[in-house]
């Protein structure tokens, strides 16, 4: 079984940049693909950016197109979201998410990880 923990995550003026991490633990990534997933107050947890467990493949949601980079360190056993131009409504909880896999398909959907993270908080101010 995998832990995984968020971090990086704070305040930040709009057009600011952020750089979250995800550090696992209990097992290596380097045979899970990992996600990203944000949750709003009162909405429901969407995929922001996802990646293959070999690196090979990404997806990014519409909204973050351009603006966020995910990417994977397996010999840091870390996946990181690069956040650039933010915009107040990135603000919301970001979370990782992991399902052991050597697929090419992107995983999107939130009911296909099974391990996630505690989440770590994303406040962008106007």
């Known amino acids: 079984q995998v832990q995984l923990v968020e971090s990086g995550g704070g305040l930040v003026q709009a057009g600011g940049s952020l750089r979250l991490s995800c550090a696992a633990s209990?097992?290596?990534?380097?045979?899970?693909?990992t996600g990203w997933f944000r949750q709003a107050p009162g909405k429901e947890r969407d995929v922001v950016a996802t990646?293959?467990?070999?690196?090979?493949?990404?997806y990014y949601a519409d909204r973050v197109k351009g603006r966020f980079t995910i990417s994977r360190d397996n010999a840091k056993n870390t996946v990181y979201l690069r956040m650039n131009s933010l915009k107040p409504e990135d603000t919301a909880v970001y979370y990782c998410?992991?399902?052991?896999?050597?697929?090419?398909?992107?995983?999107?959907?939130?009911?296909?990880?099974?391990?996630w993270g505690q989440g770590t908080q994303v406040t962008v101010s106007s």
């Open positions: 998410a992991a399902r052991r896999t050597q697929s090419e398909v992107v995983l999107i959907s939130v009911w296909e990880y099974d391990y």
């Open positions: 209990g097992r290596t990534l380097s045979s899970y693909a």
């Open positions: 990646i293959t467990w070999s690196g090979g493949r990404t």
